[in-house]
């Protein structure tokens, strides 16, 4: 792997931040005139923050009850194993289950908190019965989402009105 040198973000390169994560899909002409370039300057200061790894994809959000992942559950997870092996074998069982969707060692009372996403209940209790076949854990506490009060990708790199 190459490695990446580390690069001081101006206010144009937070600007072109700002707005692509926002609208990703905008094409080179449109983020360059937003942000005061050209086009050459703009999509240079693009692959270059694409390369240092600040930019690290462009995706589509996709709205969960459209594609009936409308339930989100929080699952804080407690276990009494805290050696590098455990850990890893942890984030592996893990993050093969695609319904997983976050995963965050915690300081605190709890060790681990994830975020997983499923259609409906029974899916969920599914999903619980095979996180409990594949890991031994001290105890898992389930948190279900009753409404989305705010809901961002976007980091604050700028502030803009």
Not at 97 to 124: C, H, T
């Amino acid at each position: 792997m190459a490695r990446r040198e580390k690069i001081e973000l101006d206010q144009v390169d937070r600007k072109i931040l700002h707005y692509l994560q926002h609208d990703a899909s905008m094409t080179i002409k449109e983020l360059a005139e937003k942000v005061h370039l050209s086009s050459t300057p703009c999509w240079k200061r693009i692959q270059r923050m694409e390369e240092n790894g600040i930019i690290r994809s462009r995706v589509a959000l996709l709205d969960p009850e459209k594609v009936d992942r409308g339930i989100t559950v929080f699952l804080a997870v407690k276990t009494d194993k805290h050696n590098a092996e455990w850990s890893r074998r942890f984030a592996e069982v893990m993050s093969s289950f695609s319904e997983i969707v976050e995963i965050y060692r915690m300081s605190g009372e709890v060790d681990y908190l994830l975020r997983i996403v499923v259609p409906d209940i029974p899916a969920y209790d599914a999903l619980y019965k095979s996180i409990i076949s594949k890991i031994d854990l001290t105890d898992m506490t389930s948190m279900f989402a009753m409404e989305q009060m705010k809901y961002t990708t976007a980091l604050p790199v700028l502030d803009i009105d």
